[in-house]
């Protein structure tokens, strides 16, 4: 069975710190291309944040306040998120794909979720 368990949410306060993480299991990893999506309460999903590829190599949609990281013994990928502020508010998942060029990433499995709300 395809699992991605997004895990690491929680409540923060405004310029505060998170580490995200996507574990993955029934599936060849190594073959995967690992994309992270949010999406706000009452929002579509956000174009995709954040990916990195089977090479290592990674993309941001903006830069600076996240980075993106893999431990491939674990098959685990992680974004961490620094200065949070309440617009970051949003459930974030992570999908396992294919990336083409630049922001094109095609999710085939996706997980559950995990939320992240910022808040004084």
């Known amino acids: 069975e395809v699992q991605l368990q997004a895990s690491g949410g929680g409540l923060v306060q405004p310029g505060g710190s998170l580490r995200l993480s996507c574990a993955a299991s029934g599936f060849t990893f190594d073959d995967y291309d690992i994309g992270w999506f949010r999406q706000a309460p009452g929002k579509e999903r956000e174009a995709v944040l954040s990916i990195i590829g089977r090479d290592g190599s990674t993309y941001y949609a903006t830069k600076g306040r996240f980075r993106i990281s893999k431990d491939v013994a674990k098959a685990t990928v992680y974004l961490q998120m620094n200065n949070l502020s309440p617009e970051d508010t949003a459930t974030y998942y992570c999908?396992?794909?294919?990336?083409?060029?630049?922001?094109?990433?095609?999710?085939?499995?996706w997980g559950q979720g995990t939320q992240v709300t910022v808040s004084s």
């Open positions: 999908a396992a794909g294919h990336w083409g060029v630049y922001a094109d990433f095609e999710p085939r499995y």
